[in-house]
């Protein structure tokens, strides 16, 4: 049989109808906060992949994602959200022996030398410091995208003070065996792309972010390249 083209045209226009009047009852049911809330890709600038090729000796195992064959797909954030840590200041656990600490806040993260901060071996941070307290949906942190590698120990901590003792809360943790002494992780270790990592920050209202790593697949060292933390922008 064939098949009708002008009662399938007949169908789509009343399922078009039927659609349309199901958004306007969903919209009116649901009230002008959930509007405000509408959802769009985050608008992270991914910087240029490295030209350095695939290292033949990547680790594996049960814990560790697979390289990444293509991007992730985009993280939806609510609309208008901004990189609120753009030029804020970031501390550190030890004092960086190449960069400064401004870089880590400073939009650099090219896959170059002069744009990765590196600090000694062991159980490392960096922190941003918001400047107040927002509502975050996403931090984006690049460690070190020259070569592909897993970093150790990848922990995400927000918190109310500087000193990580109000309100802390966890949001990504992959270190299996507690090492690092903040709790079992369960979450998975990665490989780092130009396109960093984003973690979702689930709304959690907090001003200061944390960001540990205990050495690389490739080095003991650490580094740190930017933290992005979105948030929509204050008032
Ligand atoms: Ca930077």
Known sequence: MKPN?????RSLATATALGAALVLM?????GPSAIAAELAPLPVKPPSPTLKG???DLP?????EPPPEKPAPPFMAPKGVVNVAAGKKATSSTKPFTGTLSQITDGLKEPEDDHVVEMRRGKQWVQVDLGEPATLYAIVVWHDHRFLQVFKDVIILVADDPDFTQ?????????????????????KEYFETNR??????????SRYVRCYTAGSSLSS???CQEIEVYALPAK
């Open 5 to 9: 083209p002008r009662a399938s045209r």
């Open 26 to 30: 969903n919209v009116s049911a649901v």
């Open 54 to 56: 695939t290292p033949s």
């Open 60 to 64: 594996s195992g049960p814990n560790v």
């Open 167 to 187: 309100n802390v809360q966890t949001l990504y943790n992959n270190d299996v065996d507690n090492s690092a002494g903040l709790g079992i992780g369960t979450d």
């Open 196 to 205: 960093g990592r984003t973690f979702d920050a689930k709304g959690v209202v």
């Open 221 to 223: 060292l650490n580094v």
